[in-house]
């Protein structure tokens, strides 16, 4: 269990699944952690910063990982996506027509598609001249894989 959090965003596990990642959105928060992870036990500890956005554009929100071990964080009211390295750098970023992305998440058959969704505030009802795409799903081919995410196993007792 983790303490603190203000708005947890952005969990995701490194291909090897022996570190986990934690983002929270706050806006006095803005920080994504790593933490090393026990895979058999299911275990998280050793929480350590990975990154900070205070200072730049938009906050961590949903992440996931890719097959070489990078971090891809929407960041929301930043119009872009970021990768990072393992050491935390950011490697690059993607840059939206939207201000709002919120999940970012690899698909198609090779996991080479990175998906990007987005918000729409307001509703569909609201105008939002400057941002016409607002609240779509964008797609890209980024170059690298991403990771399958494994199958939850749901055991009921009694």
Known sequence: ???GLGT?????????GKRMYLSDSNTEVRTIWCFDYDVDDGVCMN????ASTH????????ACCDAEGGY???????????????????????????????M??????????LYITTI?????SQ???????????????????GIAEPVFNFARSG
């Not at 200072?55 to 949903?62: V, W």
């Open 1 to 3: 269990v983790v303490s």
């Open 8 to 16: 947890p965003n952005g969990l995701a596990f490194a291909p090897d």
């Open 47 to 50: 929480r350590r910063l990975f």
């Open 55 to 62: 200072g730049s554009p938009g906050r961590p929100d949903g």
């Open 72 to 102: 891809w964080s929407a960041h929301i009211d930043g119009w872009r996506v970021v990768r990072y390295t393992p050491d935390g750098l950011i490697e690059r970023e993607i840059r939206l027509p939207v201000q709002w992305p919120s």
């Open 104 to 113: 970012c998440a690899f698909g198609d058959a090779d996991l080479g598609t």
């Open 120 to 124: 729409r505030r307001g509703g569909a």
């Open 127 to 145: 105008e939002w001249p400057d941002q016409p795409l607002a609240g779509s799903l964008f797609a890209c081919r980024p170059g690298v894989q």
